[in-house]
Nanobody, 120 residues
Framework: QVQLVESGGGLVQAGGSLRLSCAAS????????MGWYRQAGGTQREHVAG???????NYADSVKGRFTISRDNNKNTVYLQMNSLKPEDTAVYYC??????????????WGQGILVTVSS
């Protein structure tokens, strides 16, 4: 079984920065894609950023140039550095990780979600 633990959310003023972390633990043989999504009140969950094991990244247009996704493969951890935050970035942020367990079964799991609030 694989679990994700997120941390780093909170309240910040517009223009400020936050760094989210998401650590995967459990019976992990290997981790493939890691990503961040967000969901604001009354909207659908949207993709924010993703990163492959080799470090190739992709971003939603709304966060390009402001957010940076990175990962530590030794720690099975993914990060999201968020700079120049705007009130419209306010949302619950979820990490998503897929890979393979020690029993050679694929997994695709979500974090519990962490609230980021940006005040104007």
């Amino acid at each position: 079984q694989v679990q994700l633990v997120e941390s780093g959310g909170g309240l910040v003023q517009a223009g400020g920065s936050l760094r989210l972390s998401c650590a995967a633990s459990g019976s992990i043989a290997g981790v493939n894609h890691m990503g961040w999504y967000r969901q604001a009140g009354g909207t659908q969950r949207e993709h924010v950023a993703g990163i492959t094991p080799a470090g190739t990244t992709n971003y939603a247009d709304s966060v390009k140039g402001r957010f940076t996704i990175s990962r530590d493969n030794n720690k099975n951890t993914v990060y999201l550095q968020m700079n120049s935050l705007k009130p419209e970035d306010t949302a619950v942020y979820y990490c998503n990780v897929d890979g393979m367990t020690l029993r050679l079964r694929n997994f695709d799991v979500w974090g519990q979600g962490i609230l980021v609030t940006v005040s104007s």
